[in-house]
């Protein structure tokens, strides 16, 4: 009996000792990245749509082609307007000042008219 316990107790020590389990990872050396989206759940459902395609579709569509003309038509209307606002404003200019060298001109003979210049002549005294 007392090799029995002998037996067993060795048998318990020997089973219950600690093991270190030698365990590799699987390491994957070729990562390549896939053709496909895989970033978000959501993209694989019906009707879902990148951001980035969304917009492409947008811009590529006729009323958004449509809509970027009427600007642009818009844009240029106003380029002229605005021009032919510097130009009424640059004759009107024009105008004031031709009417003010007029009017200087014309006060100006007034008063040669209005004062005539006597000579040196007329200014002595006759005895």
């Known amino acids: 009996?007392?090799?029995?316990i002998v037996f067993?107790?060795?048998?318990?020590?020997?089973?219950?000792?600690?093991?270190?389990?030698?365990?590799e990872a699987v390491?994957?050396?070729?990562?390549?990245?896939?053709?496909?989206?895989t970033i978000a759940v959501d993209s694989f459902s019906t009707g879902a749509m990148s951001v980035d395609i969304a917009r492409k579709?947008?811009?590529s569509s006729v009323a958004y082609q449509d809509s970027l003309r009427d600007v642009l038509k818009k844009m240029e209307a106003e380029k002229l307007l605005q021009?032919?606002?510097?130009?009424?404003?640059?004759?009107?200019?024009?105008?004031?000042?031709?009417?003010?060298?007029?009017e200087a001109s014309k006060l100006k003979k007034e008063k040669d008219n209005a004062s005539p210049e006597v000579s040196?002549?007329?200014n002595t005294v006759k005895p």
């Open 1 to 4: 009996m007392k090799n029995f």
């Open 8 to 23: 067993s107790f060795f048998l318990l020590m020997v089973s219950c000792g600690n093991k270190e389990v030698v365990s």
């Open 27 to 37: 390491v994957e050396e070729n990562v390549a990245i896939p053709p496909y989206d």
């Open 57 to 59: 579709i947008k811009m």
């Open 83 to 102: 021009k032919e606002k510097e130009e009424v404003e640059k004759a009107t200019k024009k105008g004031e000042e031709d009417l003010k060298k007029a």
């Open 120 to 122: 040196p002549s007329d």
